[in-house]
């Protein structure tokens, strides 16, 4: 505590003197490194008081001292600053926690009534029908930092918190019912989010029960999946925090790298539960977020470079997996083939034909037509005509080109069921695929089954328009030169472009 020079009126300084030592010392604890601790008049470092002062009632006399107890409220001109005072200090305490473990258990003094006045959970325990009359209270399950940080909040709203105690304090907050302390914590949280400690406070979001934070995690680990993998703190998470990201289809990450993430998480897993690291105890531990590894999406070539030889996959799952990336028509898998596509917002398309006619063949040419954007977007898919003569199913590889330099940005050799009808049907590229303005590029599709619809009255040129924002897209079509099958600006395949903004 810092040395202050007080002015004594005369006639407290007489009421002192006459009064001897003894009474001093019975009324003069001082604060010494943030908690109170009684000490006697003759332990303070204080030069002596004199027995007689001047008569002139105006006189006083000058004493340099540690601030004592007696007449400490006279310094404290508001409530909170008489409060803030009484922060982890002996001075009108009435209750002593014992927090933390073993060695690391602190004795922290507190008053019932500033407690009960900013905590209902004290306010019970203090008051309620099964209140407490202890003096010493029990606390091994919170952290000493953590606690004193809530009582600072408590008795002058001041917040303290940092990286190393915003967890604890977060629970500590939830503990007593603190909401406005919890805020304070989500939002240093919030502030201080990053790829890197992404899936920490995920696990952390979900046990304390913050949807808000853990959304924010989410998409931070959309926006940055290949950085928040990478982490430490990633082999860490839970099964259930695992299972909740693989579950999504905005990652923005191949999914071979995706499984070579879970790999990794499952031989840490393996450590922590005491198995030895071999594949099936991986394939143990991994439990349901096996399945939601997208194997389809990968290429062959990935597939059978990482988990075709993993071990981890069965004999039956690895056939099943190659025939379905050689052989058409495609082997049911039970793994989801649905794209993930990293982007969020509403996904859009556009319809460039005007009527839909019937009999358009295929001979193994491609259907292809060139376009061209206002504005970046990225396209995920097309819809395409299906057959006239009922329900068929269809092989086909779509591709986006860049007409300048001829390279292939986007494709997939998949397949599509159809109904007979004249709608269209998705075919989705395996990962988005970035348009850039005033570019040109080429629509591919190349179908095997029987004559499909087409499309007539084609537009050159059609314009998106979102609904909430009134952002327009404006697609402008052109006939692109070389062998189509006949897909032109005014009639053909491709009908529609599924992309995001």
């Not at 019932?112 to 029908?129: E, I, K, P, Y």
């Not at 809530?150 to 909401?179: C, H, N």
């Amino acid at each position: 505590m810092e040395r202050r020079i007080i002015l004594i009126p005369f006639e407290l300084n007489t009421y002192l003197s006459s009064a001897g030592p003894s009474a001093t010392a019975a009324r003069a604890p001082t604060v010494a490194g943030g908690a109170a601790t009684n000490m006697t008049a003759s332990s303070v470092e204080s030069p002596n008081i004199p027995s007689s002062l001047p008569s002139s009632p105006a006189s006083a006399a000058v004493l340099v001292y540690r601030e004592p107890v007696y007449n400490w409220q006279a310094t404290k001109n508001t409530v909170k600053e008489r409060f803030a005072f009484l922060f982890n200090n002996e001075v009108l305490s009435d209750v002593h926690f014992l927090v933390g473990k073993g060695m690391g258990v602190q004795r922290i003094p507190a008053h019932r009534f500033a407690l009960a006045v900013g905590s209902a959970v004290f306010d019970a325990m203090f008051n309620g029908g099964m209140a407490t009359t202890s003096t010493e209270i029990e606390l091994p399950d919170v952290e000493p930092a953590a606690f004193l940080a809530l009582l600072k909040f408590l008795y002058s709203d001041e917040v303290q918190i940092g990286p190393e105690t915003v967890m604890t304090t977060l629970y500590t907050a939830k503990k007593y019912a603190v909401p406005a302390l919890e805020a304070h914590c989500v939002e240093f949280l919030k502030k201080n989010l990053r790829a890197d400690n992404a899936f920490m406070l995920l696990t952390q979001a979900r046990l304390f029960d913050e949807p808000q934070l853990a959304s924010l995690c989410l998409e931070n680990i959309d926006k940055n999946t290949v950085d928040a993998l990478a982490a430490e703190g990633f082999t860490d998470i839970d099964l259930d925090t695992l299972v909740a990201v693989l579950e999504r289809d905005t990652l923005g990450v191949r999914e071979v790298r995706l499984f070579g993430a879970a790999v990794r998480w499952a031989e840490a897993e393996t450590q922590r539960q005491q198995y030895q690291p071999t594949p099936e105890n991986k394939r143990k531990v991994l439990g349901k977020a096996l399945v939601l590894i997208r194997f389809p999406l990968m290429t062959i070539e990935e597939f059978a470079a990482g988990p075709a030889q993993s071990g981890i996959l069965s004999d039956q799952e690895v056939v099943s997996l190659f025939l379905h990336f050689t052989v058409n028509p495609k082997p049911h898998v039970e793994f989801i083939d649905r794209p993930r596509c990293c982007l969020r917002g509403k996904e859009c398309s556009i319809t460039r034909f005007g009527q839909v006619e019937s009999r358009w063949g295929y001979s193994g040419t491609s259907d292809c037509i060139r376009f061209s954007v206002n504005r970046r977007i990225f396209v995920v898919g097309f819809g395409l005509y299906g057959s006239i003569h009922g329900p068929t199913d269809y092989q086909v590889n779509i591709q986006v080109i860049h007409t300048d330099s001829n390279t292939v940005l986007g494709q997939n050799d998949t397949g599509f069921s159809c109904d007979g009808s004249s709608n269209t049907f998705r075919v989705m590229f395996k990962e988005p695929v970035e348009i850039l303005p005033s570019v040109n590029y080429i629509a591919c599709a190349t179908l095997k089954g029987p004559d499909s619809h087409y499309g007539t009255k084609g537009m050159r040129k059609v314009t998106h328009e979102a609904p909430a924002t009134g952002t327009k897209t404006c697609f402008t079509f052109c006939y692109a030169a070389g062998n189509n099958n006949g897909t032109s600006v005014e009639d053909g395949q491709i009908p529609e472009v599924i992309f995001y903004t």
